[in-house]
């Protein structure tokens, strides 16, 4: 079945630092999602991505759809503690009605 | 707008035993999934109703899992015998399903423990 490839598996880094994670496909998708999932809890939508190249910002979170439609990441500027979770990205082959596939998900740990 | 409401939140039993999860999905949202997220892993599909209807079950183990939406709201899930590889966390979602470009919103899960 489809398969999403996402790193890094986890990250430590400091308050206040950037974060990039990424997300890659053998197959082509025409959406991409991002959720955060905190502990005891389900995912949460940060940014849904629906056009290739497109540029979608939330706040301090930024996502990009690639150009291939086979990747996309995602970067959140000036960390801060509650930013801590895991990230996972999703991919969906047409928009609207059909199952997302998931990545592993990137563990984020932010020092204070 | 109330989320997706998912019950129980926990639940521990011993295996060859059964179980069943509750989902009410959003409002007026005609699709709903079922997921199965083992630790360390993201989802993964179980099943997919639109409506009262079934559209994927393909990777349902129907031997042990059973699932209803049968007035096409509220669903239930089912688990019968459970066996120990069945400990995860079980989240459903729902969507418009209108074919619009509305994503799928998640409960909290039940997180279920075979001892």
């Known amino acids: 079945g489809q398969q999403l490839n996402q790193s890094p598996q986890s990250m430590f880094i400091q308050e206040g630092e950037d974060v990039s994670m990424n997300c890659t496909s053998s197959s082509i998708f025409n959406t991409w999602l991002w959720y955060k999932q905190d502990p005891g809890e389900g995912p949460v939508l940060l940014i849904a991505l629906y056009k290739a190249g497109e540029l979608t910002s939330n706040g301090r979170l930024t996502a990009q759809f690639g150009i291939t439609r086979k990747d996309s990441f995602l970067n959140i500027s000036a960390s801060i503690p509650s930013d801590v979770g895991i990230y996972f990205c999703?991919?969906?082959?047409?928009?609207?009605?059909?199952?997302?596939?998931f990545g592993k998900g990137t563990r984020l740990s932010v020092i204070a | 707008e109330a989320g997706v409401a998912q019950s129980p939140r926990y639940k521990i039993i011993e295996k060859r035993q059964s179980v069943a999860f509750w989902c009410n999905p959003i409002s007026g949202h005609a699709t709903l999934y079922w997921y199965q997220q083992i630790l360390g892993q993201g989802p993964k599909l179980l099943i997919q109703?639109?409506?009262?209807?079934?559209?994927?079950d393909s990777q349902l183990p129907k031997d042990r899992f059973s699932a209803e939406r049968l007035k096409g709201v509220d669903s239930t899930l089912k688990i019968q015998p459970a066996k120990l590889e069945d400990s995860a966390v079980y989240l459903c979602a729902s969507s418009p399903g209108d074919g619009s470009h509305q994503p799928q919103h998640f409960g909290d899960g039940t997180r279920l423990s075979i001892l």
């Open positions: 999703a991919g969906q082959p047409d928009s609207g009605n059909t199952p997302l596939v």
């Open positions: 109703f639109q409506n009262n209807g079934v559209v994927d």
